[in-house]
């Protein structure tokens, strides 16, 4: 892990180059944290990737509802000869979900992307193949979204078998 | 373990003598008659013919080597040496539908996997049955949300057994459950309340309230 020290570093070091695309940085519990424009987000993660963080550990989306903008994606690097992590996060809000994909950067990415898409609806511009990766593909709304109903089906017991479906007599 | 084996008794081995020589005089055309009759009437034994056939399909199951979660892993116990389902004649487990006669759904069935079963279920020669092994299948137990479809919703099955996952001594008893059923002496259970015999497939087609089609009532031939 980079300490504080080291994030803030890499963060001026980012905004030397684009001044637009960190807005922030966290530090928590060891654990460095880069917040970046989701317009800019390719241009950090090459960056990084040039600076040693080769591989993409993880990529997976969060719903901040109901703060705004409210979709999030996190892209967890690893250093591999250093053994040093570094989240990247950015936030697109949820009427426009857009962000650049990260398949040429890293052919991994292709299938998180997907399944990114698959449950919170974050249209990765430029990926080659976005289609629903879990769910059917005729299937409607993204069920990981905190405003999706989490359905399923009401349970027969005896107590509620008269407003129940089913027969009855 | 010492085996020890009593020997007969003179009333027995008496028995036995007669029988033999009734046997040899029958073989000898000596038997006519009354005494004919009787000797015939003694080796006979009357049934239906839905009867022994329902008996042999409830002694013979051909499950199909089919897993879908945890609760496969449980499945997987009845057919080795503690509960050993061969005891029962259900162990030639078939890897294809098309030589299966019982699909055990053991575990949890998502959207997009339903149309796989139904597929596999359907594929599956006539007379067939059903399992619903575990919660998720039944009522999708702690998995109740978006992912997942209950099996009653798109095939018919004929025993659910309960449990997450159910140990497979629950299984097992599901199955000689079935095969109670598959008899003909099957207790009502549920079923009596909701006035339902054998396993029942609702069709949307059928434009009747509450139409129902009995597909393989208990000790019933029909469909074979």
Not at chain 2, 34 to 42: F, K, M, P, T, W
Request: hydrophobic share 40%.
């Amino acid at each position: 892990m980079p300490d504080a020290t080291g994030l803030e570093l890499t963060a001026h070091e980012l905004r030397d180059a684009n001044a637009e695309s960190i807005l922030g940085t966290e530090f928590f519990r060891g654990q460095a944290t880069l917040l970046t424009n989701p317009k800019h987000v390719v241009e950090v993660l090459r960056t990084l990737h040039g600076k040693g963080y080769t591989f993409l550990a993880s990529l997976h989306g969060v719903d901040y509802y109901p703060e705004e903008p409210r979709l999030g994606v996190v892209y967890e690097l690893l250093d591999m000869k250093a053994v040093d992590r570094l989240t990247v996060k950015a936030r697109v809000p949820v009427d426009d979900p857009q962000i650049s994909t990260v398949v040429e950067l890293f052919p991994g990415a292709n299938h998180p992307e997907r399944e990114v898409y698959d449950m919170f609806g974050v249209v990765f511009e430029g990926h080659p193949d976005l289609r629903r990766i879990l769910m059917p593909e005729d299937y409607e709304g993204f069920p990981q979204r905190r405003d999706f109903p989490v359905g399923g089906e009401p349970v027969l017991f005896t107590f509620n078998e008269q407003t129940s479906y089913g027969k009855w007599h | 373990m010492e085996i020890k084996r009593e020997p007969l008794s003179a009333q027995a081995k008496a028995d036995f003598r007669s029988r033999q020589l009734l046997a040899k005089d029958m073989l000898d055309g000596a038997l006519e008659g009354e005494a004919l009759d009787r000797y015939v009437e003694q080796g006979v034994l009357t049934t239906t013919l839905d009867k022994a056939v329902s008996w042999a399909r409830g002694n013979s199951f051909f499950p199909l080597t089919f897993g879908l979660a945890c609760c496969a892993i449980e499945m997987m116990g009845i057919v080795a040496a503690r509960v050993d389902i061969a005891r029962f004649g259900f162990e030639a487990l078939r890897a294809s539908p098309r030589q299966a006669d019982l699909i055990i759904l053991s575990g949890r069935v998502s959207t997009k996997m339903a149309p796989v079963v139904r597929r596999l279920y359907d594929q599956m020669l006539d007379p067939k049955w059903a399992i619903s092994m575990g919660a998720c299948c039944s009522s999708m137990g702690v998995f109740n949300n978006y992912a997942l479809v209950p099996s009653d919703k798109f095939m018919p099955i004929d025993v659910h057994v309960p449990g997450c996952p159910p140990r497979p001594e629950a299984l097992a008893h599901g199955i000689l459950r079935l095969r109670d059923k598959v008899h003909g002496h099957e207790p009502a259970g549920w079923r009596e309340r909701y006035e339902a015999q054998g396993t029942e497939e609702v069709l949307e087609e059928i434009d009747r309230a509450g139409a129902a089609i009995n597909l393989y009532p208990g000790g019933d031939t029909a469909g074979a």
